[in-house]
């Protein structure tokens, strides 16, 4: 007994560690693609930031507003097939991006299919927590999510050095093979899928179980036979497409912080992913060296790991809430954003993306966080599912928008000063909302005052 307890942590240890680096073959290797080879592409084919850096942020958008469609193939097939199709798709991906002769088909070969495969991956991946004991699932959750930094500070540098040895097609057919890594691992996730399966009908049992005595309880204060009948017998909802859309809609009603969050995802997705896309290429431009340039997504994901590791401990200690450190730490990014042009020091520059990954590490893993804070259990899943929407499509604009404004200005001052305003956006929102509910609290307190003094008026 004792033999099998030890065969089954260590079984749990080896998923933990296995989850992340399929995390960092693919999702971390797909982060370094655009950051990396994107003053290759844009000299190759004669074409502006913009077009290039788009292709980025429709990777991320793909990413994003497929992951229902994933999910749910995750739900039909299997979270380990599931992963393995991902890591096949991803590995495609970065293979014809190597033979792409025009945008357009760098667009079919980064932008959909890397972008599916690392969906496929990511949507599945996450439900594999489920097997941990409740008790350690935020820091396994934590591990998890650092895979992608890994990758973010791992593969710039060594995509560097491979383009220098084989040229950047080289570079791509070689970093393809590297993220079929992340398939061999995602083949020994057996055990993790039966962990899941195993307790997915355990969960399912319970609830069962629980509804059953519901029903006894039910009878027993109906004292009628014919009470259990009818409610057995009672017609379920059916789910349709347009029903959910009504939840949704529905949901941002009810709870108007959730509805802030939707609009304030957008505007974190634009300067988030406008920032991301070409902090490599502003270092380029600057008169940094390749290698010095690839060293910037380094040390971004550096701080994005330690900002991820650590953004628990100040709630944790109750030294600040979950909602004010999210808005808190958006803030922070928005001024530093704009200081980011005026780095004429390396050094300086260096620190300021330490500082800005680490803030980005904070708030991003805190958005699943707001949202249950906002609507509770009940609705999570759905509210989930519903907040990654808005940050898809905030995807597509902040690369796209970023390059656009270098194109015109020959600078990329603007692009950062337009990245800072997006952030700032975010705190505004929410102080708006906050303004909103006090006044509706207000009011409403001011009406069921005057509501008990008509009622206790003497005659």
Known sequence: MISQLKMKRLKLFLTLMGLPMILMFNIGLSLSFV?????????????????????????????????????????????????????????VGFFFSS????PWQLLISHSFITGLGCSLTFTNIIPLLGIFPERH???????VYCGNGVGVILFPIL???????YGFRGALMIVSGISLNGLVIALLLKFANKELNIKTEMNRKRKSKQLK?????????????????????????KVTIFGSLKGQLLICYMFPR??????????????????IVHMVANATYNGFSDSEAAL???????????GRLTHGIPIRYNWISTYHLFWLSCLLDCFLMLGYPFCSSKVLLYILTVVIAYNVGVHVPLIPVMVRVFVGDEYFHQAFGTVQVPGGIGCVIGGFAAGWLYDLTNSYNDAFFFMSASYLIVPLIFMAIELFLKRREKQRTSENYNALAQQTTPL
């Not at 033979?99 to 025009?102: A, F, I, M, P």
């Open 35 to 91: 950051p990396v080879f994107l003053v290759d592409f844009i000299t190759y084919f004669q074409t502006g930031s913009a077009v290039i850096g788009a292709v980025s942020s429709l990777s991320l958008t793909v990413m994003c507003l497929s992951a229902p469609v994933t999910s749910f193939l995750g739900q039909r097939l299997g979270c380990r097939l599931t992963v393995c199709i991902g890591c096949c798709f991803t590995s």
């Open 99 to 102: 033979l792409v002769q025009n």
């Open 137 to 143: 699932l935020p820091t396994a959750n934590g591990i």
């Open 159 to 165: 995509c560097k050095e491979l383009s220098y040895l």
């Open 213 to 237: 005595l519901e029903n006894e309880c039910y009878l027993a204060d109906d004292k009628s036979e014919d009470a259990l009948d009818d409610l057995e017998t009672r017609p379920q909802p």
């Open 258 to 275: 959730f509805a802030g969050l939707l609009i304030a995802n957008f505007f974190l997705s634009v300067g988030y992913v406008g920032f």
């Open 296 to 306: 910037i997504a380094s040390v971004y994901g550096v701080g994005s790991i330690t």
